[in-house]
């Protein structure tokens, strides 16, 4: 006996020693595993700040429209954070601060008075006058590859009484137990027997916290007992504030398609909307009622639900004292305040996202993206979005009037750039908010007369002669193609002139003029030029280059067309303009770069001829709803396959592409289908004119319907930009003048007449 009592010490002292080391080795382990918790958080990707000064070219509208995309409310009285008030003047804003690469922006009132089209005056609560405000930058998406949105907060971040609600509601007895609570598990233990069933597991935070981490859900008591080790060896291990603010981090308050709702932080925005510091007594009660059965008590689905354990959750606090019992029940009687659907941060704005995506997967890996927390701060102007999405609308609903677009199945691809810089404002790829194939980077379609102003550009650029008023024929041509094949294109009205202007040739797109113009100063060079401009010319070069048979995407269309507005500077189109990590470093800013695409005299040139088109072409209805001065180009291809519009004033350039996606015959018209599109676009904004500064070699004159030169005071007289050594054989009188000028010579000489 005494034999078998020793071995039984023996053993029970192995196994004491087993289970002691066991748990030491567990203890370091959890250890290990919490002190380096932290949260996969997707990148988040930010639009541009609304930035506000006396004298910025905003109106209250636009204010109040960002505003509202920012989820700040509307009230009455003097407003309180993420709050705004309307009065005659002007309006006053609690603006929520923002940590912004290159310093914080302060939470602060403030108050905005607006003159006609700008901001007048900025001041602060003290009435002292402000030089700059910035709100807080919208975002457009948080990139995420596990399936979970992240809004990370920290316990000093939470309303006031928040923690007090959820340790009322959830575990009374959080700051007195070791982690789990032995009342709690009798009386769960109870319940469980009465029922028949596991209906009750009386789980501390600290446990809820254990089993979210690093167990299963599996409803077992070997599960519960693990739960229960783990979570007395955390709180025993770290602090009641460490163990909170991992709660509210990880705790599991929904699901919205595939992605999971983790923390009070992100279910703050999921159902409301805004910071969970901004959220009203009744609010904050919802989400903490959600704890028990986000899926049972989904607000959206099952309000009355939700509304029964809300009061339920207010209730239990004032009972304890947490609350009064008046704020209870006045918070009680509120309505649930919860957006019919969730806030799409990528539904918005699907197609920019993507080509932010795009941009980012050069330098960044998916992992970074995806799990470290990076702040993509983009080029994105919500109030151009805001033009070219009602700009989208207006040209589908004009094309189902006229019966292109019964079968819903047009599409669309449009963008917005700035003109100096090449930041892309805005992106549209598609028809609607789906996003699918992206139109705008992988569309590749034939752009027709939008390689007109490019053809006209290579043919200055090689005979320096030619300018604005230079005269090109306009007849019937035909010639054999690189096939052997006669071509024979003809102008689109089926019309003939005999002789324009080269601007007419530009501004009113006419097809035999821009053949002749080409074949005259020479079809190789012409089209060695267009490759340099980045079109494509392929290996056979067909004439047919020159009317616009190479395929493009928006995209590109809009980088050529950037360096040709720009004087010829080419400026590499881009999206992402600062990329910071968790902690506020800048990792990567892109630097501003430019690369000469053609010379100025070209450039400049060419965009006066789009400035014809705008005022008088086939670009009026865009250049005439605007009193500022802009330039345009429209391209059609054969049986209007496809409709194009390029509109462009001091700022910014706009690029619209309207067909179906199966290439099939649609009688499209660039002035018809995709004009409207980027006309709407610039509704929002504050437009300027097209520069009128000439570069070197170029000076302003004046000549007459004819292309001779005459006094500014001859009717019918325009100014052009021409070359600053051009021999000035002006008329006579402001008439007819010499046929045998300058210009009727080249003409004759060129064509051999």
């Not at 079968?407 to 003109?419: K, M, N, R, S, Y």
């Not at 080409?518 to 494509?536: H, K, M, N, S, W």
């Not at 450039?603 to 001829?609: G, I, L, R």
């Amino acid at each position: 006996m005494k034999r078998w009592w020793h071995l039984f010490l023996k053993l029970s002292l192995t196994l004491l020693v087993a289970v002691g080391l066991g748990l030491v080795y567990l203890n370091a382990h959890l250890t290990r595993q919490f002190e380096s918790l932290s949260w996969a958080v997707g990148a988040k990707i930010f639009a541009r700040p609304l930035e506000l000064y006396q004298g910025a070219p905003f109106t209250l509208d636009q204010v109040r429209f960002e505003l509202d995309l920012l989820n700040y409310q509307n009230v009455q009285g003097r407003p309180g954070q993420g709050q705004y008030q309307l009065d005659d003047q002007g309006i006053q804003v609690g603006i929520r601060g923002h940590a912004f690469p290159d310093g914080v922006e302060p939470d602060r009132f403030v108050r905005i008075d607006f003159a006609p089209r700008q901001v007048s005056a900025l001041t602060d609560g003290r009435a002292q006058s402000l030089d700059i405000i910035r709100f807080e930058p919208l975002v457009l998406a948080q990139l995420s590859g596990a399936h979970a949105d992240r809004e990370i907060i920290r316990l000093n971040e939470l309303p006031p009484r928040f923690v007090d609600l959820l340790i009322a509601v959830e575990d009374r007895g959080f700051y007195d137990h070791a982690g789990i609570s032995v009342t709690g598990i009798l009386r769960a233990a109870l319940n469980n027997v009465l029922a028949g069933r596991f209906a009750q597991g009386g789980s501390t935070l600290t446990q809820q916290l254990v089993k979210n981490l690093y167990l299963t859900r599996e409803r077992t008591l070997s599960r519960k007992a693990l739960e229960a080790i783990y979570a007395i060896l955390i709180d025993a291990g770290f602090s009641k504030e460490r163990i909170l603010e991992a709660y509210v981090n990880e705790v599991f308050l929904g699901q919205w398609g595939n992605r999971a709702i983790h923390g009070f932080g992100t279910a703050s925005q999921f159902y409301f909307g805004r910071p969970i510091n901004e959220l009203s007594l009744s609010q904050q009660a919802l989400l903490i009622g959600l704890i028990k059965g986000p899926s049972a008590l989904n607000p959206r689905r099952f309000p009355e639900r939700a509304i029964e354990r809300r009061n339920l959750v207010l209730t239990l606090a004032a009972s304890q004292g947490v609350i009064t019992q008046t704020a209870a029940e006045a918070a009680s009687k509120r309505s649930l305040s919860v957006p019919k659907s969730p806030a799409d941060r990528i539904g918005r704005f699907p197609g920019y996202v993507s080509v932010v995506r795009r941009e980012l997967t050069h330098d960044y890996s998916s992992k970074q993206l995806t799990m470290a927390g990076l702040k993509i701060y983009t080029a994105l102007d919500p109030q151009v979005h805001r033009g070219l999405v009602e700009g989208r609308k207006q040209s589908l609903a004009r094309l189902r009037d006229i019966g292109l677009d019964a079968t819903a199945e047009v599409q669309l691809g449009a963008l917005v750039v700035d003109i100096p810089t090449g930041e892309i404002q805005a992106v549209l790829a598609g028809r609607d908010h789906r996003i699918g194939f992206h139109r705008v980077l992988d569309a590749r379609r034939q752009i027709g007369s939008l390689v007109k102003p490019f053809v006209v550009a290579a043919a200055i650029e090689q005979d320096t002669d030619l300018h604005a008023g230079s005269l090109v024929r306009d007849e019937a041509v035909s010639i054999l193609d690189d096939q052997g094949a006669v071509w024979a294109p003809k102008n689109y009205d089926r019309t003939e002139q005999g002789v324009v202007r080269l601007e007419t040739v530009v501004a009113n797109s006419i097809n035999q003029a821009t053949v002749h113009l080409a074949f005259g100063v020479g079809l190789d060079p012409i089209l060695e030029r267009l490759q340099t401009y980045g079109i494509p010319v392929g290996p056979t070069k067909p004439p047919a280059t020159v009317l616009g048979v190479s395929e493009m995407s928006p995209y590109q269309v809009a980088s050529r067309y950037q360096g040709l507005l720009n004087q010829g500077h080419l400026a590499p189109l881009k999206a992402v303009r600062t990329v910071v990590d968790e902690t506020g470093r800048t990792l990567s800013k892109r630097p501003f770069q430019t690369s000469r695409l053609m010379t100025a005299r070209a450039a400049v040139q060419v965009d006066h001829m789009m400035r014809v088109g705008a005022k008088v072409g086939t670009g009026r209805a865009f250049g005439t709803r605007y009193a500022e001065v802009m330039a345009s180009k429209t391209g059609t291809t054969d049986d209007g396959r496809d409709a194009w519009f390029v509109g462009a004033d001091g700022r910014r350039l706009g690029v619209a592409w309207v067909g179906f996606d199966d290439n099939r015959k649609a009688g499209l018209v660039g002035s018809v289908a995709a004009l409207p599109v980027i006309t709407d676009a610039f509704q929002y904004v504050q437009r300027s004119n097209r520069s009128s500064t000439l570069p070197d070699g170029l000076r302003y004159i004046w000549i007459n319907q004819s292309g001779q030169i005459v006094d500014q005071s001859c009717e019918g007289a325009e100014k052009r930009p021409l070359p600053i050594d051009y021999p000035e054989a002006r008329a006579d009188d402001c008439g007819a003048g010499d046929s045998d000028s300058q210009d009727g010579r080249w003409l004759k000489n060129w064509f051999g007449g």
